[in-house]
């Protein structure tokens, strides 16, 4: 078979990630062209992927009035963007990689969806944690009955201190009227989507949900902080949340957030980027005086309509960044952490002497790529891209594959939750 050609169209971390599924595997993928506002980063992409400039489009509307000139595009653009950027591209015939969330609000999700059945177009929704093999071989045991129908489903993910900080107190997702994404949609859709996915295509009935911003904010300051920690800040050297400690000292750590505002910059100096948190980049501010709006901590649960209960418990600020799961049947239950890259698989054993049987599932003893739970969401990223390629020629495609129709239900109780937060009520989903 000739490689699906593919666009990029925002190339930021997360497309250009995908995208480098090209260079490993130049016989399935093939990148062609790029769409992004900024010029140093389409310049960039040609000389990667060897592509010419007459490819490179300032806008997604740009590239639609083109004419087709690849299968797919990879679309990584801000969340807000997806639904702007991905319906001129499915009107105008490119199947495509969406990053999630896929929509912001409700209208966008069900409009989105309705383009790409309209146009006939493949639409797969990066849910990359379905293709780690942790939840891979998780959900397969779930699919081969192995604990019997499920009851309730447990998941809970605890966002490190220093991921908290870059993503929703410094950074791109700390305030809703910007990113238009709440912290649940941003940091936990993939959770919610895990929920579903769990659940084998029964739908969720109804929806609760208990949050805030408890910690993040000026009220928790500490005594004599300033509002810069390497200009005003007397209390820096001891600060947890010092900019010079994350960002300096950890120089590599969240790089491509921290640093984006010196990408015009060729390698630029350890003076250039202490100079930058000092003045306007705004990963130099102190976390309890931003100006984020989104919540630090938020349960949610959901009842189902077979009578199966879930919850989601999301923490922010914890010294350990982790997922985990607890699924328990009318058979058994499943119990891991994924950061761990093994699960336990337990059965009822009422035989005399006995409570339960207990049998361990050790991804890492299978070695290779089933290592990396802590890069690339466990090796999923680039199982994703493979299976979207398999979805373009119309081959077979894996279990964990998310269509857009599949990735609903997630998006649904993600913003159903969002409402029942802030009106203190159950949600009812029609």
Aim: with cysteine; aromatic share 8%.
């Amino acid at each position: 078979m000739t490689p699906v050609t593919a666009v990029i169209v925002g190339a930021g971390h997360r497309a250009v990630t995908y995208a480098s599924y090209a260079e490993q595997h130049p016989e399935e993928l093939k990148i062609v062209g790029v769409a992004d506002p900024i010029a140093r980063r389409r310049n960039q992409m040609a000389h990667r992927f060897g592509f010419d400039q007459t490819h490179c489009y300032e806008t997604a509307d740009q590239l639609a009035q083109a004419g087709k000139i690849a299968d797919a595009v990879i679309n990584g653009t801000m969340d807000h963007q997806h639904v702007d950027t991905g319906i001129p591209l499915l009107e105008a015939g490119y199947d495509m990689l969406l990053e999630k969330p896929f929509a912001t609000n409700q209208d966008e999700m069900w409009q989105l969806a309705e383009v790409a059945k309209t146009n006939d177009r493949k639409v797969m929704i990066c849910h990359v944690l379905r293709y780690a093999p942790f939840y891979a071989a998780i959900r397969k045991l779930v699919s081969d009955g192995e604990i019997g129908q499920l009851v309730n489903v447990q998941t809970i993910e605890h966002v490190s201190y220093h991921h908290m900080g870059v993503g929703f107190v410094r950074g791109k997702w700390n305030r809703k009227d910007l990113c238009h994404s709440s912290m649940l949609m941003a940091k936990c859709c993939h959770d919610l989507d895990l929920i579903m996915w769990m659940m084998s295509g029964i739908a969720p009935a109804r929806v609760s949900s208990f949050g805030s911003n408890m910690y993040f904010n000026e009220a928790h300051a500490p005594k004599d902080a300033g509002t810069r920690c390497m200009v005003d800040c007397p209390i820096e050297a001891d600060c947890l949340y010092s900019a010079k400690k994350h960002y300096v000292d950890h120089p590599k750590r969240w790089a491509f957030y921290v640093w984006d505002t010196l990408e015009h910059i060729d390698n630029p100096t350890i003076e250039q980027k202490i100079e930058s948190l000092k003045t306007t980049n705004p990963y130099g501010r102190c976390v309890w005086k931003c100006d984020n709006d989104v919540v630090d901590h938020q349960s949610v649960v959901v009842e189902f309509e077979d009578g199966c209960t879930a919850t989601h418990n999301m923490v922010g600020g914890t010294s350990r960044p982790s997922r985990a799961i607890h699924l328990l049947g009318t058979n058994g239950e499943i119990q891991g952490v994924f950061e761990d890259s093994k699960f336990v698989l337990r059965h009822i054993d009422p035989r005399s002497g006995h409570e339960y049987s207990e049998e361990i599932i050790d991804l890492n003893e299978d070695g290779g790529d089933m290592h990396g739970a802590f890069g690339g969401h466990g090796g999923g990223d680039l199982r994703l891209v493979s299976d979207f390629v398999n979805l373009v020629r119309g081959t077979e495609t894996s279990l964990s594959c998310t269509r857009i129709d599949d990735s609903v239900n997630g998006h649904l109780v993600g913003f159903c939750a969002d409402d029942a937060m802030a009106q203190r009520q159950v949600i009812e989903l029609s």
